[in-house]
C-alpha cells in the first residue's frame, strides 16, 4: 500500500476503517466458536455452515446493501437495491455451492415511505424469484433519529442448502490450478462510500452526468446497476469441471476474498493484464486520487466472483461460463506461498 | 383511540406513523406470495415457514432491536442489546412451536467501535448458547451519512425447525379457550421511540434517576432489561396442555399480536385487571400524557408472551409455566367476533 502520494485517498479517510475491523474480526471469532455444534462453520467462509441428520447442509448468510442506498437516493430509483441485496446473498450462498431455499430483508429507515419500501422489495421479490428463494419473511423499521434524515439501509439474509458430498471450501485447491473471474456489472455492492467521495466530492462529478467514458451512461446508471447473480454461470461450470474453490469478490476486493478460500500455505498470482478493467473504476481512481492497490482492495475491479480450477478444466469452465452470457477470463494461478499477488 | 386531550402523545408523533407501515403491508404481501413455494407461509405469522421433504418446516424470522440502541448509548451498557435481539428472535419461533438452529447478525452503524461491537456480540453469543442456537456469522457496515453520529443499529436472523406435525398457527384455537399471560421483563425491544420521547423530553427525566417507583432502579436500569425468552415456559407448558396458539406481544401489544393467530372470525376478550401492569408503564403513560387505548398498541403491558389453551388445561398450562420462574395469569378468553377487546 503506497503513502507516498499525499493526494491518496486512503478508505479510512472516506469513514470506514478497514485494519479496524479487521482487529475485531478475530476476538468476535472466539465468541462465536462456543456457539457451534460440531461440524458447524462459523464465520470466515462466505456462508455459515450447520451440517443436517441427512449428510447436506444448511448455508447463511447476511449482508447489507451499504451506502449504495445515497446514489438510490440522489437519483430516486430503488428498485436495484432490492435486486442487489438478493444477488449479493445468492452469490455467497453459490461460494460454497449451495442453492438457495429462501430470503429475509430488513428495511431500517429514519421515516418510512410505503413507495420507497414497495420499489425495494419489488425488486427483491423479482430477485427472489429468479434464484428460486422464497420471500419468507421482513422487517420494516422506522427509527428517526437512528437514521440521518431521509436516509434508509436494507439488509438481506438468505439461507440455502448444499447437497450431500456437494460442498465445495477450497480444501482441494493445489498448487498451479487456474483462476477464472467471471464478470462483473459495475461496482455491485462495495465501495461506495468511497467512491462517492471520490467522484462526488473531490472529482465535483453529479449523478446525471452523461459520460463519453461510461459508453453514454450517467454517472447514476453506471453506479446504479444491480449486482450480478452467477448462479448460471456456476451451475455451467460445475457440470464441465471439477471447481475446488470458489470467491465472491466483496469487500476486500480480489485479494481478501479470494485467500479467504485458499488453504493454508495457498496463495494466487493474479494476471492484472489478463482482463480490461472497466472504465468506471479508473474514473473513480482518477477523480479521488487514489492508487491502484488501494483501487484493488476496496473495489472488485471487473470481477465479480472466482473459481479455482484444475488447470487442465480452465478452457471448458470457461467456454461453459461464457455460454451462459457472462464474460469470463483465467486471471491467474494458485501458487505456494499465502496471500493473493499481483503481477 | 381518543383525541379528546390534546397532550395525548401518538405514536405517530414521536415519529412512527404505524397506520402508513399498515397500509403498505397487504401491497408487500402480494409481492411475496409469488416467490413462495406450496406450503410455505410468508409474514403473518411470527415466523415464515417453508416445509422439507421430511415433513418438518424450516422456520424463519428477522428483528432489530429498534431506539432501544438509544437507552444504551446514554448509559454505556451495550451487552444487552445482544442478548435482546437473540431473545426476541428465539420467541419469534417458539410462537410456531419452533426450536433455534441458528442465529445470524448485522451491526450497522456511523462509525465500528470495536469494544462496544464486542460487547454486543458477547451478549449474542451467550443468549446463542441459551437458546440453543449457533451464531453462524455476521455483518459489520460502517456508513458514516446513513447513520446519525454515533448512532447503531442490530439486527438479528433466526433460523429454527419444527418437528413434523409439531406446528402451531391457531388454526385449531375455538371459543372459550384460555388465554394464558406470560410477564414480560419490561418493555423487551418496543416502543422505545414513543418512550423516550415520553420519559426525557416531555417528562425530563434523566437515564440516572433513581426512583421509588421502579423498586430503587435508574430508569435507564429498567428500560435496558433484556428481553424475555421463554423457551422453558413454553416447553412446561407444551408438555401438559395442548396448545392451539401462541403469539410473541412485540409492536402492536396484545391487541395486534394476539390477533395475528386467531383464525378468521375469531377474537379475544382480555381481562385488563387480570394482571398488574408494572409501574414503568404507567411512569411512561403519565410522563408523556399517553392515553390508555395507545398505551396497549404499543407496549406489551406487562405481557409478553401468550399461550391459549383449552379452558380444562388454563391451570395445569399456568402451573407449569410458573414452576420455571416466569410469573404467569389467565388474562382472558378467545371469542367469537374478530378482534382483541378489553375489559
Known amino acids: 500500500m503506497s503513502e507516498r502520494t499525499p493526494q491518496n485517498a486512503r478508505y479510512r479517510d472516506a469513514g470506514v476503517d478497514l485494519d479496524a475491523a479487521a482487529a475485531v474480526k478475530s476476538r468476535l471469532r472466539a465468541l462465536v466458536e462456543r456457539t457451534l455444534p460440531a461440524g458447524a462453520v462459523g464465520p470466515g467462509l462466505f456462508s455459515g455452515l450447520l451440517p443436517r441428520p441427512d449428510g447436506s447442509h444448511l448455508a447463511a448468510t447476511i449482508d447489507g446493501v451499504g451506502t449504495k442506498t445515497g446514489i438510490a437516493a440522489w437519483t430516486g430509483r430503488y428498485r436495484g437495491l432490492g435486486i442487489d441485496i438478493v444477488h449479493h446473498c445468492a452469490d455467497d450462498l453459490l461460494a460454497v455451492n449451495a442453492r438457495p431455499l429462501f430470503f429475509l430483508d430488513y428495511f431500517g429507515a429514519s421515516r418510512l415511505e410505503p413507495a420507497l419500501l414497495l420499489e425495494v422489495v419489488e425488486g427483491m421479490a423479482g430477485a427472489c424469484e429468479g434464484v428460486g428463494a422464497a420471500l419468507l419473511g421482513g422487517e420494516t423499521a422506522q427509527m428517526p433519529g437512528t437514521y440521518a434524515e431521509g436516509e434508509i439501509d436494507i439488509v438481506g439474509c438468505m439461507i440455502g442448502s448444499v447437497a450431500p458430498g456437494a460442498l465445495i471450501t477450497g480444501r482441494d485447491v493445489e498448487p498451479g490450478d487456474a483462476v477464472i473471474g ?13 467512491a462517492r467521495r471520490a467522484l462526488f466530492e473531490s472529482g465535483r462529478f453529479a449523478v446525471d452526468d452523461r459520460l463519453a467514458a461510461l459508453g453514454g451512461e450517467t454517472l447514476g446508471e453506471a453506479l446504479l446497476r444491480p449486482h450480478r447473480h452467477y448462479g448460471a454461470a456456476v451451475d455451467a461450470a460445475l457440470a464441465v469441471a471439477g ?10 476486493g480480489i485479494e481478501e476474498n479470494l485467500a479467504r478460500v485458499l488453504p493454508a500455505g495457498a496463495g494466487a498470482a493474479i494476471d492484472a493484464g489478463a482482463w480490461a478493467v472497466p472504465p468506471l473504476f479508473a474514473l473513480i481512481a482518477e477523480a479521488g486520487g487514489i492508487a491502484a492497490d488501494e483501487m484493488r482492495r476496496v473495489f472488485n475491479m471487473g470481477i465479480g466472483f472466482c473459481l479455482v480450477v484444475p488447470r487442465d478444466a480452465a478452457a471448458s469452465a470457461l467456454a461453459a461460463a461464457r455460454a451462459t452470457g457472462v464474460e469470463a477470463w483465467a486471471i491467474g494461478e494458485t501458487v505456494v506461498g499465502g496471500g493473493v499477488r499481483w503481477g
Open 182 to 194: 467471471l464478470a462483473s456489472d459495475g461496482l455491485h455492492t462495495n465501495g461506495y462510500s468511497l
Open 243 to 252: 471447481v475446488r474453490a470458489m470467491a465472491h469478490i466483496t469487500g476486500g
